[in-house]
Structure formats: structure tokens, C-alpha cells
């Protein structure tokens, strides 16, 4: 399953009202430690299947959402169960620890 792609308009119906554990990422574009973890992303991603649903969040283009969530620095990764978010994860990490976390909360 590939990275998707959310904003303030549809991060509700993609995100709170999935039904399976959704990871976010809030990024942005000119954040090196963000492109660093993109790739990793994409392969937990596709290691990972249906069982977690991945998704970026640029905070530019959708400030209201990372906001909501006091997103104070990026990359911030957040994974939210039922509507509610279950766990929080700033800064890079190595991909063996980003699965770990990944793993433990869903």
C-alpha cells in the first residue's frame, strides 16, 4: 500500500473516520529529517500492507490540522485508532525503530 496524501480538508473522512490505524506524517517540503524518513515510510508502508494505513500531511499547505494537534516541530508522526490519537512520535528515526513504534500501538 502506497503513502497517501491528506490536507485540513479531508483529514477527517481519511483519517478519523478510517476504519484501521492510520499513521501520519506531518512534514513539509524544505524539512531535511522529513525527505530523510519519506523513503522509509514508503517501505514500512508496503512491508506493512492493509494492516496500517500511512499518510503525509504537509504542515504549509494544511496548518490547520497540525495545529489542532500542536504540531511544534517536524517530521511529527502520529497514529490515530478509531478517531482518537493512540501514540506520537517527533523527530527522524531509523526505520527499524519507526517500525517498532509502528508495530507496538497498532
Known amino acids: 500500500m502506497a503513502v497517501g496524501k ?3 480538508a479531508n483529514f ?3 483519517v478519523l473516520k478510517a476504519t484501521g490505524p492510520v499513521v ?3 512534514w513539509a517540503e524544505w524539512c531535511g529529517p522529513c525527505r530523510m524518513i ?3 515510510l514508503d517501505e514500512i508502508s508496503g512491508a506493512m500492507g492493509d494492516k496500517v ?3 503525509k500531511l504537509n504542515v ?3 496548518p490547520k490540522t ?5 504540531v511544534m516541530s517536524i517530521p511529527t508522526l502520529m497514529i490515530f ?5 493512540a501514540s506520537r512520535q517527533v523527530g527522524a528515526a531509523p526505520k527499524q525503530k519507526l517500525e517498532q513504534w509502528i508495530t507496538a500501538t497498532v
Open 24 to 26: 501520519v506524517d506531518f
Open 53 to 55: 494505513k500511512i499518510v
Open 12 to 14: 477527517e473522512a481519511e
Open 81 to 85: 485508532k478509531g478517531g482518537e490519537l
Open 60 to 62: 504549509d499547505e494544511s
Open 38 to 40: 519519506g523513503p522509509v
Open 6 to 8: 491528506v490536507s485540513d
Open 66 to 70: 497540525a495545529s489542532k494537534y500542536g
